[in-house]
């Protein structure tokens, strides 16, 4: 059942589900982490080697993941945003959809 963003705090060691867009993409080599958003709010998503599909990922596309809820290490918290304390760790992706690159998309249209 799908799980907003919003809810992930009640859901600490727990699989869910959510979908959403990726809203920043960074690729380490064996880990690749994105920011995903929903209506409700802001995530960071781990993904492992065993999830190679995660690099191909790019901003605005709509994803499902599937993971579990961890709470990320005291050093590691982002305050930046209301769901920093948590994190999921990826066990599935689903790409739902593809976006244009928005800077191709600018010149095709003469702007």
């Not at 009640?10 to 380490?28: F, N, P, Q």
């Not at 690749?32 to 599909?53: A, C, H, M, N, Y």
């Amino acid at each position: 059942m799908r799980s907003w963003i919003s809810e992930i705090t009640d859901s600490e060691g727990k699989e869910i589900e959510l979908y959403g867009w990726v809203h920043a993409r960074r690729d380490h080599g064996k880990l690749v982490f994105i920011d995903l958003r929903d209506r409700t709010g802001l995530v960071q998503v781990v993904f492992g080697p065993k999830i190679s599909e995660a690099s191909e990922l790019r901003l605005e596309y709509v994803v499902k993941i599937k993971g579990v809820v961890k709470r990320r290490p005291p050093e590691m918290i982002n305050e930046n945003i209301p769901k920093g304390k948590f994190e999921v760790s990826a066990e599935h992706l689903e790409n739902i959809n593809t976006a244009e690159d928005v800077v191709k998309l600018t010149f095709d249209n003469g702007l």
